[in-house]
């Protein structure tokens, strides 16, 4: 994989300064990564915005359908889908005026990732944001 995708200026920026987080694939079920990780984020006082074609609420935080939906700034798309939806999701980060996409652990699609990057957007992939938060912060 291309070390851009794994960028320590990076990560360290999109866990430290970004604001709004939306959650590509967060629904209700608290044994999926994806809640795991949102709630995680939504602790250290980021805002969650959950998107998902079928659940209505979660965390406390009202759920989109698709990222067009979703007002305002977007600082960082988590990609929780599975690799082969990967890009769809990168492509409407970019269209959605996103700043940056991150594909967690297991979802490698370099072809987005480039995409991504060529839209000036920052990329990080196949990283665990909690692992990344943790390693930075001693939490």
Same mark, same amino acid.
């Given at each position: 994989?291309?070390?851009?995708?794994?960028?320590?200026?990076? +990560? =360290?920026?999109?866990?430290?300064?970004?604001?709004?987080?939306?959650?590509?694939?967060?629904?209700?079920?608290?044994?999926?990564t994806a809640y795991q990780q949102a709630r995680l984020l939504q602790a250290r006082g980021k805002k969650i915005i959950p998107?998902?074609?079928?659940?209505?609420?979660?965390?406390?935080?009202?759920?989109?359908?698709?990222?067009?939906?979703?007002?305002? =700034? +977007?600082?960082?798309?988590?990609?929780?889908?599975?690799?082969?939806?990967?890009?769809?999701?990168?492509?409407?980060? +970019?269209a959605a005026d996103a700043g940056a996409v991150w594909l967690p652990l297991?979802? +490698?699609?370099?072809?987005?990732?480039?995409?991504?990057?060529?839209?000036?957007?920052?990329?990080?992939?196949?990283?665990?944001?909690?692992?990344?938060?943790?390693?930075?912060?001693?939490?």
């Amino acid at each position: 994989m291309d070390d851009r995708f794994a960028d320590e200026v990076v +990560i =360290k920026r999109l866990l430290g300064e970004s604001e709004t987080w939306a959650f590509v694939g967060l629904g209700e079920d608290p044994e999926r990564t994806a809640y795991q990780q949102a709630r995680l984020l939504q602790a250290r006082g980021k805002k969650i915005i959950p998107v998902h074609p079928s659940a209505t609420s979660v965390l406390g935080e009202r759920v989109y359908a698709s990222l067009a939906e979703v007002p305002g =700034k +977007i600082d960082v798309v988590g990609v929780y889908r599975r690799t082969e939806f990967a890009g769809q999701v990168v492509d409407e980060a +970019i269209a959605a005026d996103a700043g940056a996409v991150w594909l967690p652990l297991g979802v +490698i699609d370099e072809t987005a990732a480039r995409r991504a990057l060529d839209a000036g957007l920052d990329v990080v992939m196949d990283r665990c944001p909690g692992v990344e938060w943790a390693l930075r912060r001693g939490a």
